[in-house]
């Protein structure tokens, strides 16, 4: 009896010694498998080259405030912003929870040392300090191609979801935005009315059309250009009042640039006088003053390209 207790305690003492193993192994398995898809990295290209990046990063430092919004709708925290010019509807980022990275023009390069981010995101308005920020962490640039606003816009998106592992999520979102786009793109075509835009700025103006920076208008939401021969560039063809008269467009599109860079909200008093007011767009209550948060300051994300496509829709009623 007792040589068969004997025997049976070193068997259980041998499946005890086993299963341990076991556990050990499978947690040492598990542990690796985490501590692997903290630092698989992924290559990621963009307008100034290509970047490998580090996935789901938990330090970030961003700049285009277009990222910033689509990081927001996708629950993706960050670390550091240029609080000095956020846009209104991503005020959240100028408490004290996050750091203030300077200017979007004059970066904080001190700061963003101090921060030792894992990436950061910038745009157009970063890009001649690209080699400064790069020295600092990986650092992407998302700013947007509005030659083919959509196909940028969903790239970019896709580009953030494989960053942080929510590929199904802005999947699932850009379709819906899509969606939005196709909307109101046959309400505009089908109105077959034109549609002017124009960027005010203490007192004087600049038109855009199709394939510039707020060609989105007419190039994704079907708006006819009331001038289909409008220079594309950054800063928009500097017109008079003159012009909006003789290209009479039926919609007019409005942009105040000094709201939202530190001055007045003008444009209004700049834009409705003597001479536009004769034209089809003031008689008919089409001038539509855009949120310049969404068209200036910020643009190509998840939050402010629908919003975007919403108030033109809404001017078209």
């Excluded at 290509?50 to 996708?74: I, M, Q, R």
């Excluded at 444009?267 to 409705?272: L, N, V």
């Amino acid at each position: 009896m007792r040589k068969f207790l004997s025997i049976f305690l070193v068997a259980l003492v041998a499946l005890v010694v086993a299963a341990c193993g076991s556990n050990n192994e499978s947690s040492s398995s598990k542990a690796d498998e985490e501590k692997s898809s903290k630092t698989e990295e992924i290559t990621v290209k963009h307008k100034l080259g290509e970047t490998k990046v580090t996935k789901n990063p938990e330090k970030v430092v961003v700049f285009d405030f277009g990222a910033l919004d689509s990081l927001d709708e996708l629950g993706v925290d960050v670390a550091g912003v240029p609080q000095d010019s956020i846009p209104s509807y991503l005020s959240k980022y100028e408490e004290k929870k996050y750091e203030n990275v300077g200017g979007l023009k004059e970066p904080d390069f001190e700061k963003i040392s101090e921060i030792n981010p894992d990436l950061i995101i910038i745009s157009g308005r970063q890009a001649s300090q690209y080699e400064e920020f790069s020295k600092i962490a990986p650092t992407i640039d998302l700013e947007l191609d509005t030659t083919k606003y959509m196909d940028s816009f969903e790239q970019n998106q896709e580009t953030l979801g494989k960053i942080f592992g929510k590929e199904k999520e802005v999947e699932k979102k850009i379709a819906d935005v899509k969606a939005k786009m196709t909307e109101v793109k046959e309400k505009a075509e089908k109105s077959n009315k034109t549609g002017l835009i124009v960027l005010a700025n203490e007192g004087k103006i600049s038109a855009y059309g199709p394939n510039s920076r707020f060609g989105i208008i007419h190039d994704e939401l079907g708006v006819k250009p009331a001038d289909p021969n409008i220079e594309a560039s950054t800063h928009g063809q500097s017109v008079s009042f003159e012009y909006i008269l003789e290209k009479n467009p039926d919609y007019l599109f409005v942009i105040d640039r000094s709201a939202v860079v530190g001055g007045e909200a003008s444009a209004k008093k700049t834009i409705e006088n003597d001479l536009v007011k004769k034209t089809n767009a003031y008689k008919e209550d089409h001038i539509i003053y855009l949120n310049p948060n969404y068209w200036y300051l910020s643009g190509g994300g998840l939050l402010s390209v629908p919003e975007m496509a919403k108030e033109v829709e809404e001017g078209l009623k």
